[in-house]
């Protein structure tokens, strides 16, 4: 049925091309690594590195727009790849995503795969996250109506797209939703309002909840329930801004369903989410009139809210929700090793950034976030600073420092053995632009902790010469080892981790090719985490548009 809807596809596809002439746009992206052993630093974990010894991925994304139609697929390839599974391995290819789309007046039509958010992304998101390995399209049909300018309402239903372990299918769970927007202008002073609110509905499919009850039968007598097939999450959201100031808030609720404890049992329960902020931007500050200040704060509550095409889905799968980590994103290497991902059944929490601008070239940053679980015990908290100064056209530096307490034992899943980590982290870099092409960029880290695997000192030198070229050289220095008992056997040497990079961009093509020693850690990015095994070897890329 597959292949007879692609022949379709490609035939009309045709058609549409000989009776006008459309324009056609796209890009590619391919990774290749090279395994290397090493058991100094632990990166022995994976099949790569005693069989198969590399690893690829590819995407190519094709867009044709002709009379009015956006066609749109996407060829994904994954060989001996562990990105999706970051200690085994996985080999796949085929079309991994596909849409047609069409605009008739103020209505919009999708039919295919498709990405989408509603409000912030709390009660639903259909995202991908290329370096995590992550895509939670959906597949099937969505629409969207423009009432006016300032007034939308959209809906879609259809299914997730498959699970890490298999990527070319579609999860059997039915997923559909609706939501719309409103924005207002308000009295003469201008106050910018929008409201939203959304419902999103899951329903199981007959094989999970065969799974789901077997299970339970299983359970002792006061442990049991009658699972639901249905689920329905919502939420209702705004934002309004005055000024200079803005304000924003959402509450997200779930009807009870089957959900996982932290032990892995499943038990009856509802959800809810609470989310509130604001923020503060003036320019033009000072006798000068060239500094500036911004801020940010935002409170956030996640109660049993774990929102997935089914309770069956583990580790980074089927997920129907994003919700990010309440911390700063991070930048430097040593910064961002202790990173608290959200976690769905339970966490309440605030960051607060301040931006200040002396004047241009001078400008302070600072930072605090402090998590704590439902039932008060510390999960994690950052200070955070750094000041940046920009001396003349030539150089310019920064400084700054990090403190973190980071609970190992909730966020990697370790036993009361672990100590809690606790961090101090000076950091700072100077770059000396050498002329109008050409620059020299040096920066330096040390975390220094008692707790995990001890202190680190990471130090880089890059060289960048516009447009074409960029040379990088890092080493990351366990300094002061600490090493677990039941952790995974690592040297108790002063273990380096160095890498060399090279990067070569032509027009709208970049290569780049490095040899690379990672730690093992948590790994974000876009504010989400998951733990990876350290890594030894080399990997190259290549990506371009067209």
Not at 293 to 307: A, C, E, K, P, S
Not at 405 to 424: A, C, L, M, P
Request: with cysteine; proline share 2%.
């Amino acid at each position: 049925m597959r292949k007879l809807f692609l022949t379709g596809l490609t035939v009309f596809i045709a058609f549409l091309g000989v009776q006008a002439q459309g324009v056609l746009s796209g890009n590619f992206q391919s990774n290749f690594s090279v395994f290397d052993l090493d058991s100094a630093i632990g990166a022995y974990e994976s099949p790569q590195y005693t069989a198969e010894m590399s690893s690829a991925e590819a995407w190519l994304f094709l867009n044709y727009q002709l009379k009015g139609f956006d066609l749109s697929a996407r060829y994904d390839l994954f060989n001996n790849s562990n990105l999706l599974i970051p200690t085994g391995s996985y080999s796949g290819h085929g079309l991994g995503f596909w849409q047609i789309r069409k605009r008739i007046s103020d209505l919009t039509l999708t039919a295919g795969s498709f990405y989408d958010q509603f409000g912030s992304g709390l009660v639903f998101r259909a995202y991908e996250n290329r370096p995590l390995g992550l895509d939670y399209a959906i597949q099937g049909v969505h629409a969207r109506y423009d009432i006016s300018p300032t007034w939308m309402i959209k809906g879609f239903t259809g299914n997730q797209k498959g699970s890490i372990e298999d990527r070319f299918s579609a999860s059997p769970q039915i997923v559909k939703g609706i939501n719309t927007e409103k924005d207002f202008i308000l009295g003469k002073k201008e106050i910018r309002l929008s409201v939203g609110a959304s419902a999103v509905n899951r329903t199981l499919a007959r094989e999970d909840m065969n799974l789901i009850s077997a299970e339970i039968n299983g359970y002792s007598r006061e442990l049991r329930f009658d699972p639901k097939y249905n689920t329905y999450a919502y939420n209702g959201y705004f934002n309004v801004g005055l000024g200079d100031f803005a304000l924003f808030g959402e509450y997200v609720g779930k009807t009870q369903e089957a959900i996982r404890d932290i032990d892995g049992l499943l038990k009856l329960s509802d959800g809810k989410i609470y989310l509130v902020g604001g923020s503060f931007a003036k320019n033009k500050l000072g006798k000068s009139k060239k500094g500036g200040l911004g801020m940010n704060v935002q409170y956030r509550v996640i109660d049993h809210f774990q929102f997935r095409n089914t309770p069956n889905a583990e580790l980074l799968n089927g997920f129907l929700t994003y919700q990010p980590s309440l911390t700063r994103q991070a930048s430097y290497r040593l910064l961002a090793r202790y990173i608290a991902q959200a976690l769905d059944l339970g966490e309440k929490g605030i960051q607060a950034d301040l931006f200040y601008t002396i004047n241009r070239g001078k400008t302070l940053t600072l930072n605090y976030s402090d998590i704590h679980s439902l039932e008060g015990e510390h999960l994690y908290q950052e200070y955070y600073a750094d000041y940046e100064h920009k001396f003349n056209k030539s150089w310019k530096a920064k400084i700054g420092l990090q403190k973190v307490f980071y609970n190992q034992r909730v966020y990697q899943g370790k036993d009361s053995s672990y100590k809690n980590v606790e961090t101090i982290t000076p950091f700072g870099e100077v770059t000396y632009k050498i002329d109008k092409r050409n620059s020299l960029r040096m920066e330096c880290q040390y975390l220094m902790t008692q707790q995990d695997l001890g202190s680190f000192v990471n130090a880089i030198l890059e060289l960048n010469m516009s447009p074409h070229w960029s040379f990088s050289v890092s080493d990351m220095v366990n300094v002061d080892p600490v090493r677990h008992e039941e952790s995974v056997v690592l040297s108790d040497d002063i273990v380096h981790y160095y890498s060399v990079f090279a990067k070569y961009n032509i027009d709208v093509t970049s290569f780049t090719l490095a040899y690379i020693k990672q730690v093992e850690g948590v790994n974000c990015t876009g504010g989400i985490c998951r733990i990876e095994p350290a890594f030894s070897g080399i990997r190259f890329t290549l990506q371009t548009n067209f």
